[in-house]
């Protein structure tokens, strides 16, 4: 079986992948290929919180967009080393839920692993949920993997 992971460059994409590593059996998947989607024309540069790449200090060129998307595919890619299967790194540009999908499509994905709540609310209220278009839209399984829950305060 192919899984497809797709990183937003949340910790909650890390997360994601670390999950699936947790419960399935690597001699049952046959390769794995880590996806990072930039928007064209964003006006938020691509998030890369998860890698060891410097950030830029105050003044300094935040880098590319493509540079960010790496990090990010490097640094979930770097949760298989060892586990099992191959792991193929892309970088695509246009509509997450869109591209993710047709990742999907092409490598007869038979699971995709996606992240929930990796850019924040008013993402999904401006642009909608990629887990949600990709869960509804997607040619096989999705796992959805939603950030741990915070600890509630006590007073």
């Keep these: 079986m192919h899984v497809v992971v797709a990183t937003d460059g949340s910790p909650q994409s890390l997360a994601a992948a670390r999950h699936l590593t947790s419960f399935a059996d690597p001699q049952k998947i046959t390769a794995i290929s880590v996806v990072a989607v930039i928007r064209p024309l964003a006006s938020i540069a691509f998030a890369d919180e998860i890698s060891d790449a410097e950030r830029p200090g105050p003044g300094e060129g935040a880098g590319s967009f493509r540079e960010a998307a790496q990090g990010a595919v490097d640094a979930v890619a770097a949760v298989f080393d060892g586990w099992g299967p191959q792991v193929d790194k892309q970088i695509r540009s246009g509509s997450p839920a869109a591209e993710i999908i047709k990742v999907a499509e092409q490598v007869d994905a038979g ?14 209220i401006l642009v909608g949920s990629t887990a949600q278009r990709v869960q509804h839209y997607a040619p096989c399984p999705v796992l959805v993997v939603r950030p741990a829950p915070r600890p509630k305060r006590t007073a």
């Design 111 to 124: 699971l995709v692993v996606v992240a929930a709540g990796g850019r924040g609310i008013s993402d999904v």
